[in-house]
Nanobody, 115 residues
C-alpha cells in the first residue's frame, strides 16, 4: 500500500507563488510515476503535471511556463512549484502515484487564489 500526504496549500494573492509537497510512504518511490491533479468546485479532476522516475515531465497547457514539477527520490517526495498564480488555479490539489497495478491518491490540499 502507498500512502500520500500533501502539504503547502493555502491562500495566496493573484500573481503569487506556492510550493506543494507530497510525501510518499509504503512503496518503492523511485519506481512510481508521480503526478499532481486538481479539482475545482463543480468541475472534473484534471491533470496538472506528471513526472516519471527518470525526471521526464508532462504539463497541462494551462500551467506551462508557470508551474514546475520535481521529485527527490531520496526523500520520497514530489513537489509542485506554482508561480504567477491566477484565480482560476483555485482548486483542491491531489498527489497521485501510478504503480504497475493501481493508482494511489492523497487527501488533497486546498489552494485558494484571491481576486
Amino acid at each position: 500500500q502507498v500512502q500520500l500526504v500533501e502539504s503547502g496549500g493555502g491562500l495566496v494573492q493573484p500573481g503569487g507563488s506556492l510550493r506543494l509537497s507530497c510525501a510518499a510512504s509504503g512503496g518503492i518511490f523511485s519506481l512510481l510515476r508521480m503526478g499532481w491533479y486538481r479539482q475545482a468546485p463543480g468541475k472534473q479532476r484534471e491533470l496538472v503535471a506528471a513526472i516519471v522516475s527518470g525526471g521526464n515531465t508532462d504539463y497541462a497547457d494551462f500551467v506551462k511556463g508557470r508551474f514546475t514539477i520535481s521529485r527527490d527520490n531520496a526523500k520520497n517526495t514530489v513537489y509542485l512549484q506554482m508561480n504567477s498564480l491566477k484565480a482560476e488555479d483555485t482548486a483542491v490539489y491531489y498527489c497521485n502515484a501510478r504503480g504497475m497495478r493501481s493508482d494511489y491518491w492523497g487527501q488533497g490540499t486546498q489552494v485558494t487564489v484571491s481576486s
